[in-house]
């Protein structure tokens, strides 16, 4: 075979290399191709995933990734409603949702993203007070994912997660929150303290009021007590008196006045029974005489000149009366 026939085949070799290179491609499943032919593209000429055929020299793909990926926005400077400056970087998390606007009405989405996200960040804070921008970032967040969404649809873009990093407020105005920080603090530690203290007095005064209803019904137990024991003492002593006869009781008053005599008070004390005791008295004194007088009438015979024993004893009974 001649050399040139040889550098032929070589040749036409080559160029269907080249073109079975330029017109395969292999697109992952988080890919798409996006084919302009002449210059013309439309949605079915967005390829993938798998094995794509194209036009050598025709065709001219463009790829386009449809993962999740994110940008950081650097610290902005904001202005609140309320005239405060503070200092704003947070990240945004987007992805592809249309790869044909993502490449035909597009430059650049993460650049365009990130530009509009700033203003939007401007326009989000410049309508919030400082303290709503510092207590309600979640609200913030979700706000700014909204309308950042709105901006990015007509680029085929989808926002889904916008995250405030860091907010930075002015120098006093973190050390005014510093002091209502240390001021609520120590408020609560009043409150604590004195809920504490309150509490102990509660108990103190249920403890007092249990042992003084205690206290109470141990002297109420003791006075009935008490008062049943007194009344069966008095109870014994009156069926004991029942049984004590009338010399008995005299001999006990004898007795009674003998201990106020032998007292050493100069007071004297006379009762006012002194006449019935006296006539008691003579009465047993009497009766001790005529039964001495009957026994010795009865051992002795009785002279006719004598008194009887009878008459001397009523006389000397009248004058003892």
């Known amino acids: 075979m001649e050399p040139v026939t040889i550098a032929a085949i070589a040749l036409v070799a080559v160029i269907i290399l080249v073109l079975i290179y330029l017109s395969v491609r292999v697109v992952n499943e988080y890919d798409r191709l996006v084919v302009f032919r002449f210059g013309r593209t439309g949605p079915e000429l967005v390829k993938g995933p798998g094995l794509v055929f194209l036009i050598p020299i025709v065709d001219r793909p463009v790829r386009v990734d449809l993962r999740e990926q ?33 490449v035909v009405n597009v430059a650049f989405f993460a650049g365009a993203l990130q530009g509009i996200a700033t203003t939007t960040l401007r326009a989000v804070i410049g309508d919030i007070l400082l303290d709503d921008v510092l207590s309600k970032r979640d609200q913030i967040n979700e706000v700014l994912r909204v309308k950042l969404d709105e901006q990015t649809e007509r680029w085929g873009g989808k926002v ?19 002091r209502m920080l240390s001021a609520e603090r120590n408020r609560r530690a009043v409150i604590t303290e004195s809920e504490g203290a309150r509490q102990a007095n509660i108990n103190v005064a249920e403890g007092e009021k249990q042992a003084a209803i205690l206290r109470a019904e141990g002297s109420r137990q003791s006075s009935i007590l008490e008062a049943e024991g007194f009344s069966q003492a008095l109870e014994r002593i009156f069926q004991a008196a029942r049984t004590v006869d009338e010399r008995t009781m005299t001999l006990q008053y004898l007795e009674a006045l003998k201990a106020l005599g032998a007292s050493p008070s100069t007071k004297f004390i006379l009762p006012l029974e002194l006449t019935d005791l006296a006539r008691r008295v003579g009465d047993y004194v009497d009766r001790g ?21 009878g008459t001397t004893g009523g006389e000397r009974t009248g004058q003892s009366g």
């Open 70 to 102: 994110f940008i950081e926005v650097p610290s902005q400077t904001t202005i609140t409603r309320d005239n405060a400056p503070i200092n704003i970087d947070f990240l945004i998390y987007w992805k592809i949702a249309d790869p044909l606007r993502s």
């Open 160 to 178: 889904t997660t916008v995250e405030i990093r860091e907010i930075i407020p002015p120098r006093d105005v973190q050390d005014a929150m510093n």
């Open 289 to 309: 005489l005529s039964s001495v007088s009957s026994a010795a009438g009865a051992v002795a015979p009785r002279s006719p000149d004598a008194p009887a024993m």
